[in-house]
């Protein structure tokens, strides 16, 4: 093991910062290597990036094109970002209080003006996790690591590691980690002498910047490293000590100034019109990680079988490391841990996010036990934590597993005999080659009717008044009329939809309360029967439109179009056929 402050001591340290580095071929080869792998994850969509989706998560895969579309339409027409009347007619969506992708979507708006918000999705899904790779490999390669390969390993698994390409599958937020080690970095020199203002408000700026990429990713990373201060302090408490007030001081000027620049966002968050308290029923706080997950291999990668889920049960799959890498892993903490400080804090970060996503209840190989586990001394209704799956938390253990790579790799350089170097170096690789990632399933979705891309809706659909279509769009139902307004620009707002909204009770709810007639057309789909209709059915037919401020309702082909057809017919009387859809002009009745 190297002597050197550098290799065993992390940046919150009192050794002098290392001096900057040009880019080298090394480091342009690094970040080749990073976007090929990201072109790869998406390989299935470019085969026909217009007409296919995620096929794990499809209507996540369509709510995110609908944010890409949200943000070009906003800076269109020069609409607050933070709200959308677009989803949800007439009561609309509070953007901030869901993943709204905001510090994506918006730059991001010309591009997808021009290309389209199905390319736009695919481009940046795999720029993402590229990027992400590529910032975790300047963190690791400037301040952790000496070797170049050390730090490409390291920044490779944090930016693909299988918790965040399984997230791939639709939430490209979770993929979106590109700013986080840039934080991690910043926050581990906010106790350098003499340049406290500028770590803060670069520390401010990056936190800020980050609030409208991931919150949540945000809050593990700010709880992963008060686990790292922490850690640091108990180790090296007289270093810590010089250190605090510089440190304080700095950590002031970001809070402050991150609050400042996002204090009103927030607030709207919490306080603005469609805003929400939890999630009803504190649903996510039963999700915990599988144990017998930390040692399987992800579906998503080159060793993953489909079949596995089905034994310990279709969870998000946040570590899933694979038994090589778990087994590599406790040796590589064990070796280092005596002489390599930032070893020590790893192994800190593993065990106590390894137990805090456990959950509320221990699962074993897909069976939940009657173990409590930490979550179940939590309070569902906890600010800040109250919207948290303890199973997200093992993206923290993944984070920790991708710096101890490069460390165990760095140190082997040190390794008194070289048949010892070369069998570290093969078992680090045996662990990570079956963790590659494979292209992402993707499935065909049909293009919006022609009616609506063509614009056949414009004369049926004046200012003030919405779009009905059939289904009506929620997180069960209507995952292609969704995509109507999303592909179109979000031109007519529509009600329904997919997203975070509060109920009568002011908790949050997935997609908007359903109104009796949504309930009858989602029961007609799921029986493929029109039940018998009265004249109530028709009664509170006319009102549900009046209450969505609609003038036409749409039906376009779909699998249960016959029976839709037939059931708008009870409800509304005979449709015109125009173009490809099948049309009720509602505007002379309401």
Sequence with gaps: MRSSSVATEPAVADAPPRPRRRPTRADVLAIGAYALLGVLVCLNYWGDVQHRISSHLPTDHSWFEWLFAHGAHSVRHLENPLFSVRQNAPDGVNMMANTALLGVTLPLAPLTLLLGPQVVYTLYLGAALSATAATSYWMLSRHLVRSRAAAFLGGAFLGFAPGIVHHANGQPNF?????????????????????????????????????????????????????????????????????????????????????LLAAYPIWFQFNGPQSSRGLQGGVFHSWGEDLVAFVTFARDTVAGDEAVERTIGLTEQNSWFGWPLVLVALVALALLARRSLPARIVAVLVVVFTVAAIGPKVRFGGVRTGVDGPWAYVPDDLPMVEMMMPTRLALVVAGAVGVLIALAWDALAEAPRRWLRGLGYAAIMAALLPLLPRPLPAQRVDPPPH?????????????????????????????????WSALTGQEFPIPGGYFIGPNERGEGVFGAPLRPTSRLIYATMDANQVPAITDEHRRQAVEDLRFWRASVVVLGANRREAVLRDLMTALLGPPRRIDDVWLWDVRDRL
């Design 175 to 259: 993929a979106s980690n590109f700013l986080l080690p840039l934080i991690v970095a910043r926050v581990l020199r906010l106790g350098a002498p003499g340049r406290w203002r500028r770590n803060g408000i670069v520390l401010g700026l990056l936190v800020t910047y980050q609030i409208f990429v991931n919150e949540e990713m945000l809050l593990l990373t700010a709880l992963a490293c008060l686990v790292v201060v922490v850690a640091y302090a108990v180790q090296r408490s007289r270093a810590a000590r010089e250190q605090a007030g510089t440190f304080l001081a700095a950590l002031g000027v970001g809070g402050g100034l991150a609050l």
């Design 451 to 483: 009616f609506i891309t063509a614009g056949g809706w414009q004369p049926y659909v004046p200012a003030g008044r919405t779009l009905v279509p059939v289904p009506i769009p929620s997180n069960v139902h209507g995952l292609t009329t969704l995509r």
